[in-house]
Nanobody, 119 residues
Framework: QVQLVESGGGLVQAGGSLRLSCVAS????????MGWYRQDPGKQRELVAR???????NYADSVKGRFTISRDDAKNTVYLQMNSLKPEDTAVYYC?????????????WGQGTQVTVSS
């Protein structure tokens, strides 16, 4: 069974850093796109950063210069290094991946990890 497992959320003061990790576990798939979204209560889920199918990293304007997405293909893992965190970065962060399995593409979401930035 394929699933996305996230880790690394928590509570940090403004200006601090956190690193999120997401592993695509299971077998029999390849990764097309993978990245991070976030959602605050009462708001729509929004893109934070992701790798496109061509390997390009895209970022939301609000995190450019502060967040860095990276990946380890051998481990099917994507990371999100978050620096200079602001209270407005507080949200549940979700890993997302489009995986190719048995001739079809499937969209997966992780369970979410809470990031709270105190002022």
């Amino acid at each position: 069974q394929v699933q996305l497992v996230e880790s690394g959320g928590g509570l940090v003061q403004a200006g601090g850093s956190l690193r999120l990790s997401c592993v695509a576990s299971g077998s029999g798939f390849s990764i097309d796109t993978m990245g991070w979204y976030r959602q605050d209560p009462g708001k729509q889920r929004e893109l934070v950063a992701r790798f496109t199918s061509g390997g390009t990293a895209n970022y939301a304007d609000s995190v450019k210069g502060r967040f860095t997405i990276s990946r380890d293909d051998a481990k099917n893992t994507v990371y999100l290094q978050m620096n200079s965190l602001k209270p407005e970065d507080t949200a549940v962060y979700y890993c997302n991946a489009k995986l190719y399995r048995s001739g079809l593409f499937y969209n997966y979401w992780g369970q979410g990890t809470q990031v709270t930035v105190s002022s």
